[in-house]
């Protein structure tokens, strides 16, 4: 029997309490002894309350009852992504969690569109998207599983408060057998041997040994970034925000089931729909603009009164050179910070634990176990990257410094052989693993006002009246069908309705 390896987690927050539960859930048992170590002095920068639909899975793996969850964490739907003013001012669509129109006739639903568009098809590609047209009436309803219905076309995630979730996934942690440790970390010990982290000297005397060490320690990256010295590498070239604030205010009529990213003088401000509040912020650059400046503007642009004074965070966009050096691995703010455009904060803690757990090492700590999981992160924030860019690079917009920069920088060689293969032909790639498949790089790269020069000949094969009425009648379904779905206020009452909240929370940042 393999000999049980001594975990240590460093830092509770979103990133710790995650990687808690579900290797407490995931590994046999036996197979490690888990100890999360925080301390309630040190304020957590809460990751995402908007999250992707991958945190469906996530939860599912570790035994984790939907509704309870939503109902613990004043949880509402989510179906996409609204962006308004990003191509230009006046601009507005959806990245939606589904697809647009099926596959037919050997060729994507892409290439049919944009042959009916040439000929006189009068239609945004969103109108064939049921996420986006429920999305925009306020409605919701679950996917099909039934793969070949209209119903399930489309996908959710959920918007909620991260504090409340850490609560709950420490409460289920410690239930199956975390310990945790309240106290600060003085020192850090390292073996002259190997280089590997010994123990954790805490400010109380104790020595907490481990053969594993997660560092969940968020922009500190004590482990990781100070104590092992791995490089940061700074993306701030290409994505130049380095400030939020961050607002809470009371719960908005608007109820909607998506979330809100609306592009400002200097960056761009969110909106997040909760059960008992909203959450607003605005993410911007320094250098375009000055931070008294950026909170008079977003408080400015609240639909509901705010509930707290906003709280100012300071940030770098980039991530460490690498992510599991020696007997460490880093998660969440760590690890790297990509700005919350496109919610991925949360998604890339899940992913560094669901590519962990399969090469969870043992105490001999195999460096190949070390050399696969690296290369599988360098995938996924290298595609997450350029994904953020191209919000930033294509549109028109030239009505303030920061949008003349970004259309004017110097791009990655990977995103500008994407936009090149788009603006030519229609081409979308698509790859097995990482996030952002090609309906949402459609949404984005058309959304910013890229349409493509040619389709391919394959959506020749219809004969072009057959076309337009098939493009015709599938939008009439898609209206009936969510004409027929209920409310989004209404569904999350019936199903995941939380106990009133009596006081809201100070302003915290959800990233």
Request: glycine fraction near 8%.
């Amino acid at each position: 029997m393999t000999e049980p390896l001594d975990v240590v987690i460093l830092g509770g927050g979103t990133a710790g309490w995650m990687a808690a539960a579900a290797l407490v859930s995931s590994l046999p048992p036996g197979r490690c002894r888990l100890r999360l170590i925080e301390s309630e002095e040190i304020g957590t920068v809460g990751v995402g309350e908007a999250t992707l639909p991958q945190m469906k899975n996530f939860n599912r793996g570790i035994g984790i009852d939907e509704a309870e969850m939503m109902r613990a964490t004043n949880a509402t739907f989510k179906l996409g992504i609204q962006f308004v003013d990003w191509g230009f001012k006046g601009s507005r669509y959806i990245h939606p969690f589904g697809i647009h129109g099926p596959a037919a006739e050997g060729s994507s639903f892409r290439h049919r569109w944009l042959r009916a568009l040439r000929h006189g098809l009068k239609s945004d590609i969103q109108e064939f998207s049921l996420a986006i047209v429920a999305a925009e009436a306020n409605r919701f309803d679950f996917p099909d599983d039934r793969k070949t219905t209209l119903k399930s076309t489309f996908d959710y995630a959920y918007h909620f408060d991260a504090s409340l979730y850490a609560d709950y996934l420490r409460r289920l942690s410690e239930s199956r057998g975390v310990t945790r440790t309240e106290g600060k970390v003085k020192t850090v010990e390292r073996s002259s041997e190997t280089g590997n982290i010994d123990a954790l000297v805490m400010e109380s005397g104790e020595r907490i040994c481990g053969d594993f060490f997660i560092d969940c320690s968020g922009f500190r990256s004590l482990l990781l970034g100070n104590t092992l010295g791995i490089e940061w590498e700074d993306w701030s070239k290409w994505l130049p925000c380095d400030r939020a604030w961050a607002v809470p205010s009371e719960r908005a009529k608007d109820f909607t089931p998506y979330t809100r990213s609306t592009a400002m003088e200097a960056g761009w401000r969110w909106r997040i729909p909760l059960q008992h509040r909203t959450g607003n912020g605005y993410v911007f650059s320094s250098s375009f603009i000055g931070e008294q400046e950026a909170a008079d503007a977003l408080l400015g642009e609240l639909d509901s009164a705010a509930a707290a004074e906003p709280r100012l965070l300071k940030f770098r966009a980039g991530r460490r050179a690498v992510n599991w050096e020696a007997n460490c691995v880093a998660l969440g703010l760590a690890s790297g910070f990509l700005e919350p455009l496109e919610s991925t904060s949360i998604y890339l803690i899940q992913m560094a634990i669901m590519h962990l757990v399969p090469l969870f090492p043992a105490k001999s700590m195999d460096p190949r176990l070390r050399y696969e999981f690296n290369r599988k992160i360098d995938l996924e924030y290298e595609r997450i990257r350029d994904f953020l860019i191209l919000h930033y690079h294509l549109g028109s917009r030239d009505d303030a410094e920061i949008w003349r920069y970004c259309r004017s920088m110097t791009i990655p060689e990977s995103l500008q052989r994407k936009i090149m293969l788009f603006r030519h032909s229609g081409i979308v790639e698509e790859y097995k693993d990482g996030l952002f498949n090609p309906p949402s790089w459609l949404s984005v790269f058309l959304g910013q006002g890229l349409v493509p020069e040619n389709y391919h000949p394959a959506a020749d094969v219809q004969a072009q009246d057959q076309l337009i009425t098939a493009l015709e009648d599938l939008r009439t379904d898609i209206r009936d069908h969510v004409e027929e779905m209920p409310g989004h206020e209404r569904f999350v009452a019936r199903y995941c309705e939380a106990p009133p909240v009596t006081e809201l929370p100070k302003a915290e940042m959800r990233l």
